[in-house]
């Protein structure tokens, strides 16, 4: 099918952006790697009048490796993948990255298209979750952060306004102990996760000081699976507090159902993930 017609912009800057969303909000799409909109666009799901390339935007690219953890929104699957310095400080990134679809997906699709669309099967939304990231957002009144765990509202659905442009993921450079893992059971033709499971926790004379664990594909969003987290501070990662903690967090999952994978099985999954996840880490 061929899409509705549109004006085409590329913006330059991050100001002409907003100001252009501003003028039409409703009607105005902003399109980077475009894996998500461009198929809606050729279906007709969406037909905006004017479609904006923030493509070119320098203030949206880039990892910084510091005191915290910056990277841009328009940073890519595969520059993730590829960056040794943010492999060695969180190597969650490259765990993930590298489960993404195929390279020609990662080389075009961006971390910012993720995280906005909020696509209930993706995999940036538990990752950022379990690492307690900030999400900077710009909008015509200035700028403000939004907390993970506030960002995903639910079913493609974000604290995002309609004239905000997500620049930056702000995180917490861990500390002596930390640990991270992502893994996800790939659904065989889309490659997106029927669930994913992101653990990060931090290990003390192997007790476990502090846990994380997010999952995303087995609800309408990506969640914290809070109580199965907190079950393992003061304990050591030992097979009866795994169970425990996988216990939890597929009880808290209200699981969704579609042909591939019922409500149950799903459960199922992240029941076992999580498990695997823990006991991996705890084998670290």
């Given amino acids: 099918m061929i899409p509705a017609s549109f004006d085409y912009v590329r913006a330059t800057s991050l100001a002409q952006a907003i100001g252009l969303l501003q003028k039409d909000p409703d009607g105005t799409k902003l399109v980077a790697g475009g894996h998500t ?17 923030i493509g070119g935007i ?19 699957h595969a520059e993730l993948l590829a960056s040794e310095p943010l492999r060695k400080v969180l190597p969650i990134f490259h765990q993930t990255a590298d489960l993404i ?10 971390i910012g298209g993720s995280l906005a669309n909020a696509d209930p099967a993706a ?14 957002l710009a909008g015509p009144t200035g700028r403000r952060r939004v907390a993970a765990k506030d960002f995903f509202v639910d079913i493609m659905s974000t604290a995002l306004k309609p004239e905000e442009v997500l620049v930056a993921i702000h995180i917490p450079r861990p500390g002596p102990g930390a640990r991270f ?3 996800k059971i790939r659904h065989p033709a889309s490659g997106y996760a029927v669930v994913g ?21 087995a609800t309408g969003r ?20 795994i169970a425990s903690a996988a216990r939890l967090a597929s009880e808290q999952a209200e699981c969704l159902s579609d042909h591939y994978a019922p409500a149950n099985y799903r459960k199922h999954l992240v029941r076992t993930e999580v498990g695997r996840a823990l006991a991996s880490l705890g084998a670290a």
């Fill in 58 to 76: 320098n203030e949206l690219k880039g990892i910084e490796v510091g005191d915290r953890i910056r990277i841009g929104a328009l940073t890519t």
């Fill in 181 to 183: 893992r992502y893994r």
């Fill in 101 to 110: 679809a195929d390279p020609q997906v990662r080389n075009r699709g961006t």
């Fill in 197 to 217: 499971v992101a653990v990060a926790l931090s290990l003390h004379d192997d007790i476990v000081s502090e846990a994380a664990i997010a999952i995303t594909g």
């Fill in 123 to 136: 995999d940036w939304p538990a990752v950022v979750l379990a690492l307690k990231a900030e999400l900077e």
């Fill in 222 to 241: 990506a969640f914290t699976a809070d109580t199965a987290s907190a079950r393992l501070i003061g304990k050591s990662l030992s097979s009866e507090n």
């Fill in 37 to 53: 909109l461009i198929p809606t666009l050729k279906l007709r799901l969406a037909s905006p009048a004017l479609l904006v390339d």
